[in-house]
């Protein structure tokens, strides 16, 4: 089992306004592709204007499959052009991140 670590970055005041965005187009397109997200979160104290979601997956051939759909899928690549015209993130990162030995996030 892996996760996919994300962490966006949204330009000053407009977190709100991508996660808008976001919640209307671009999850519901994950849903149908990844399921739902393991975990997705908004920074209260700390770096502001950040969101973080993990995304659990079986393996990265797994992770490969399902995002590999996805990508090929107009409407995704449509939803991707609008957040780069928005101009709303600054910087998108990711990790893949494998669970220690005894943190079982299966139970």
Same mark, same amino acid.
């Given at each position: 089992?892996?996760?996919?670590?994300? /962490?966006?970055?949204?330009?000053? &005041?407009?977190?709100?306004?991508? @996660?808008? *965005?976001?919640? #209307? +187009? $671009? @999850?519901?397109? =994950?849903?149908?592709?990844? $399921? #739902?997200?393991? %975990?997705?979160?908004? /920074?209260?104290? %700390?770096?502001?204007?950040? /969101?973080?979601?993990?995304?659990?997956?079986?393996? @990265?051939?797994?992770?490969?499959? =399902?995002?590999?759909?996805? #990508?090929?899928?107009?409407?995704? =690549?449509?939803?991707?052009?609008? +957040?780069? #015209? /928005?101009?709303?993130?600054?910087?998108?990162? &990711? =990790?893949? *991140?494998?669970?220690?030995?005894?943190?079982?996030? $299966?139970?």
């Amino acid at each position: 089992m892996i996760f996919d670590h994300r /962490t966006y970055t949204a330009r000053p &005041n407009k977190l709100s306004h991508f @996660l808008t *965005l976001y919640e #209307e +187009v $671009g @999850l519901p397109m =994950q849903r149908h592709y990844l $399921g #739902e997200p393991f %975990g997705f979160f908004q /920074t209260h104290i %700390g770096d502001l204007s950040r /969101t973080v979601h993990l995304w659990k997956y079986d393996s @990265l051939a797994d992770r490969e499959e =399902q995002r590999d759909r996805m #990508e090929a899928d107009p409407e995704w =690549q449509a939803y991707r052009r609008k +957040v780069i #015209e /928005t101009d709303y993130l600054l910087d998108m990162r &990711n =990790q893949i *991140l494998k669970p220690v030995s005894f943190f079982n996030p $299966g139970k």
